[in-house]
């Protein structure tokens, strides 16, 4: 980044649909993949004369979140009507949250190549789903379908302070947001099923003659994936500094106000849609039919007392308690909490961090992401790898036999032993057995023996090699050499 | 009267109406009276009010997050100007 022209400036706008059973305001199922208008009533629909009435287990999971980020929770917060019309919003308003949110000034911590940035929440606050609407295609083009379903679903969202500086700044935003937001299970944050949606506001600051100048901001819209995110704003940022050059309009100029674009994946474009409509043209005026929400600060201890070990302070315990990397811990907390409580179970189990970390994150990690699972789905509790890996190290199994093990437990099942045994895999430790071996290695390679008495001591190689396949591996190297040293001494 | 009749056309926008210049003239004659109306309110003391947010004075009114039976998809659709198989037709979005 260090070589642009401009400074970026990037805030980010993250709606996450909470984790709930039904809607916010009413019974109805937020369920995924429903039949079109199957899961609406008059509340969603907005029929005259139905109430809305709040859903405490959105509004718990609202400030779990809230305080996750560091924010401060208002002791009184109401709901207000947003104001405008649109096919896939039944009631011709929104209820969302206007002047007086539930939560604000938090912030999140991330990763950047300079260490650790601190971005500021501006604030987070509750709101209600629009509809879906479908485009017919090859139809008649007339018509547009709506589904309402999603309609009154749960949203959170969560408004950062302009403080983002590069792209890839802010998908470390979006990345952290969502371990923090899966880890407390508020959301699943799956943006292939929207729930999880950005929208950033992205200007850029030139320097000049005169000091430095903002361009107008443009809110960048239909963002879906993480990498739509980083290459829209790279595109963005470079389309604002070529229409600067061109027309040398500021922030905050005469006429000038902030605008609304589309990113075009397939084109890997910006396309500047209108002029936005400003906070008045919303009409926003608080809705009758809620009551207010007072919190007390003993509801707040009851939630905080929810949030358990978050993910920043994960890191630095899992670095510390089993040294291990920054890389390392990277990979494992990215995860989730579960998968870092099967890496502690199978620390402690096997009694060795490190090759509990080296069993985790590359034979388990990529049969989970071959089987496209969950650790919670994975056939073999950590007891169980924990066992094999004692056995590996007690009996001298190499790491690939280790790996036929673990390939056969996963597959077929059983415990480590009994897959060792199946597999032939039991150690050849019985002295006298493999004495014989050692003596009938010897006869039938009567020439690597003479060799070796007339000096050649590279010889015994060839003997070794040929005990070695005898047993299948399973024989200690050095119990093998002890012997046949003997063995050779005496011939 | 302060009430232009540019606001008078761009409410209109927001509102989806489609006005006449006649009409947008009657509007903003008819909207303004009521705006200066209404303006009157500013005149009255409030320094030491606390904002309203709702009527009465209750809050905190929940409930639990269990599902309830919801419509029948013919019954949602009843009112619909225009259906298309299980879906609301209206005429096209092109944003
Ligand atoms: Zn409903």
Redesign the pocket.
């Known amino acids: 980044m260090a070589d642009l022209p401009y400074r970026i400036v990037i805030g980010l706008e993250v709606h996450v649909q909470l984790l709930t059973q039904?809607?916010l305001?009413?019974?109805?199922s937020t369920r995924f993949g429903q039949p079109p208008n199957s899961?609406?009533?008059?509340?969603?629909?907005g029929l005259p004369g139905a109430l809305p009435v709040m859903n405490r287990r959105a509004f718990d999971l609202a400030v779990k979140a809230a305080l996750a980020l560091n924010c401060r929770i208002a002791s009184f917060t109401k709901w207000d009507r947003k104001n405008y019309y649109y096919p896939d919003l039944p009631k011709n308003y929104q209820i969302s949250q206007y002047d007086l949110p539930f939560s604000s000034d938090g912030h999140l911590d991330i990763q950047t190549p300079e260490g650790t940035k601190r971005i500021g929440i501006i604030r987070a606050h509750l709101e209600e789903d629009a509809g879906k609407l479908l485009h017919e295609e090859g139809g008649s083009g007339k018509d547009s379908l709506v589904d309402l379903n999603r309609?009154?679903t749960p949203l959170l969202e969560i408004v950062s302070q302009p403080e983002l500086s590069a792209p890839e700044e802010a998908k470390a935003y979006l990345e952290e947001l969502r371990l923090l937001l899966k880890a407390l299970e508020i959301s699943d944050c799956e943006m292939q099923e929207g729930s999880l949606r950005c929208d950033a506001n992205v200007n850029i600051h030139v320097p000049h003659a005169d000091g430095v100048a903002a361009t107008p901001i443009v809110e960048v819209k239909n963002l879906n994936s993480f990498r739509a995110v980083e290459r829209a704003i790279k595109f963005e940022a470079n389309r604002q500094y070529g229409q600067f050059q061109s027309d040398g309009k500021k922030l905050g100029d005469r006429g000038v106000s902030k605008a609304t674009a589309g990113w075009d994946d397939v084109r890997g474009v910006t396309v500047v849609q209108r002029r936005k409509e400003e906070a008045s043209d919303y009409r926003y005026f608080p809705d009758p039919d809620l009551v207010p929400i007072e919190v007390d600060s003993a509801w707040i201890a009851e939630v905080r007392a929810l949030l358990g070990e978050l993910p920043a302070a994960q890191r630095t315990r899992l670095q510390s308690q089993y040294a291990l990397s920054a890389y390392d811990t990277e990979v494992i907390t990215r995860q989730g909490r579960p998968f870092v409580a099967y890496f502690e179970e199978l620390a402690r189990g096997c009694g060795d961090a490190a090759e509990a970390k080296n069993w985790l994150t590359n034979e388990i990690l990529q049969t989970l992401n071959d089987r496209k699972s969950d650790v919670r789905a994975f056939p073999q509790p950590a007891d169980a790898i924990a066992e094999l890996i004692r056995e590996a190290k007690a009996t001298g199994l190499n790491k690939q036999r280790a790996r036929d093990v673990y390939a056969h437990m996963v597959s077929e099942g059983g415990t480590a032993k009994e897959v060792i045994k199946k597999l032939g895999f039991t150690p050849v430790t019985d002295e006298g057995q493999l004495r014989d071996i050692v003596r009938r290695a010897m006869a039938a390679n009567a020439k690597a023996v003479t060799d070796f008495k007339n000096g050649k001591v590279k010889a015994a190689d060839a003997i070794k090699g040929a005990v070695m396949r005898e047993t299948k591996g399973m024989a200690r190297t050095e119990m093998v050499q002890q012997i046949l040293l003997e063995e050779l001494q005496r011939a | 009267m302060s009430l232009t009749v540019d606001d008078t056309r761009w409410v209109a926008h927001l509102a989806r109406l489609q006005l006449a210049d006649a009409e947008l003239a009657t509007m903003t004659r008819q909207l303004g009276a009521i705006l200066d109306y209404v303006t009157q309110l500013q005149q009255a003391r409030t320094d030491n009010v606390e904002p309203l947010a709702h009527p009465l004075p209750i809050h905190n009114v929940f409930r639990d997050d269990s599902p309830?039976p919801?419509?029948s998809v013919d019954a949602a659709l009843a009112n619909a100007p225009q259906r298309r198989d299980n879906f609301f037709a209206v005429p096209a979005v092109l944003d």
């Open positions: 039904t809607k305001f009413c019974g109805c899961a609406t009533c008059p509340v969603c629909l309609t009154g | 309830a919801s419509l």
